[in-house]
């Protein structure tokens, strides 16, 4: 398996170059941290590979397959913003099952029980999102991007909403569950500690540029 191959993706905006020729691969069951300053292309090539964003030039693979042109919801990734996106008018469980409505239901309810205690939220499957605390909130978004098995989990700064404690506790708790599902990641960060405990390697960009790995 070669896992996710970017080539000299280049993304235009009418300001300039959001993303400018990158290539980097993320190997199977691998955790890559993109570390830059805000405005410096990190997001805009998390969401090109999502398929998001109109290329210029360049291409991208899974396994060696091309999936440059395919659509967003055909690639098998799944893209988790900064602010979890959770539903306000879904319970936890209606949550983290959303993606699975093509599922039968007892084993759709038998997979959001897994990721309940994956989390560490055995028991919240009732409770309204509006009553989770920040972290809580960002479990159950982590849970629902695991849901369906991803190729691919693209996560967005999912932890800078978050104070520095709870921001490094969650850190740690976000590579224990990448690591024990074997899901690869790409994981855009501003923070270098955070980079550094998520990831297996950690490269930077800036200017749309990526920079030597650190």
Do not use: C
Not at 101 to 110: D, I, M, P, S
Not at 176 to 185: E, I, K, N, R, Y
């Amino acid at each position: 398996m070669a896992g996710l191959e970017i080539r000299d993706l280049t993304v235009l905006y009418e300001e300039g170059v959001a993303v400018d020729h990158v290539s980097l691969n993320v190997a199977p069951r691998e955790v890559v941290a993109v570390l830059g300053p805000s405005g410096s292309g990190k997001s805009t090539l998390l969401r090109a590979v999502a398929g998001l964003e109109n290329l210029v030039s360049g291409s991208l693979s899974w396994d060696g397959a091309d999936v440059t042109n395919l659509p967003t919801h055909e690639r098998g990734f799944v893209l988790m913003f900064q602010d979890g996106q959770l539903f306000p008018h879904l319970d936890v469980a209606h949550n983290i099952g959303y993606g699975l409505f093509r599922w039968e239901k007892a084993a759709r309810a038998a997979r959001v029980a897994e990721l309940l205690r994956v989390v560490g939220l055995e028991g919240y499957g009732e409770r309204p999102v509006t009553a989770l605390s920040g972290g809580e909130a960002q479990r159950v978004a982590l849970a629902r991007s695991l849901a369906p098995a991803p190729k691919l989990l693209l996560l967005d700064e999912p932890l800078s909403a978050l104070d520095a404690e709870l921001r490094a506790q969650l850190g740690q708790f976000v590579r224990q569950t990448l690591t024990d599902s074997g899901t690869p990641a790409l994981f855009v960060t501003h923070d270098l500690q955070e980079a550094q405990t998520v990831a297996d390697r950690v490269v930077t960009m800036d200017n749309g540029k990526l920079a030597l790995p650190l």
